[in-house]
C-alpha cells in the first residue's frame, strides 16, 4: 500500500523550530519529487516548498526562504522538512505529497498518500 506519514508536528512558541518527517512506504522516494503543503486555518491547501528527485535541488515560496529547510535520506525512505523561526501564521495541517520528477510546479500532479501532521505555533 502506497503511503506518506507524516510525524514529528506539535505545538511551539513562535520562533522555536520543528523537524517533521515524512516515512514513505509502497514507493521509495528517491524516485519522486517531495513537496510540502500546509492548510492554515480558513485558508487554502498550498505547496510551500518541494525536493526533487534527481539532484535533491530544492524550491520555497519566499514567505519560508531561509527558515525552512527540505532534504531527503533515500536509505531511510524519508522526507524531512526543517522549520526555524516558526510565525502563528504558519499553523496548520503539514502534508508530504509526491510528484513525478519534472512536475514539480504542477499542483495537479502531487498525490496525498498521508494524513498530515498539526503544527500550532503560539504562545
Known amino acids: 500500500q502506497v503511503q506518506l506519514v507524516e510525524s514529528g508536528g506539535g505545538s511551539v512558541q513562535p520562533g522555536g523550530s520543528l523537524r517533521l518527517s515524512c516515512a514513505a512506504s509502497?514507493?521509495?522516494?528517491?524516485?519522486?519529487?517531495i513537496g510540502w503543503f500546509r492548510q492554515a486555518p480558513g485558508k487554502e491547501h498550498k505547496g510551500f516548498g518541494f525536493i526533487s528527485s534527481s539532484d535533491n535541488s530544492t524550491w520555497y515560496e519566499d514567505s519560508v526562504k531561509g527558515r525552512f529547510t527540505i532534504s531527503r535520506d533515500n536509505a531511510r525512505n524519508t522526507v524531512f522538512l526543517q522549520m526555524t523561526s516558526l510565525k502563528p501564521e504558519e499553523t496548520g495541517v503539514y502534508s508530504c505529497?509526491?510528484?513525478?520528477?519534472?512536475?514539480?510546479?504542477?499542483?495537479?500532479?502531487?498525490?496525498?498518500w498521508g494524513q498530515g501532521d498539526q503544527v500550532t505555533v503560539s504562545s
Open positions: 505529497e509526491a510528484a513525478p520528477p519534472g512536475h514539480e510546479c504542477q499542483t495537479a500532479a502531487y498525490a496525498r
Open positions: 509502497g514507493f521509495t522516494v528517491d524516485h519522486y519529487s
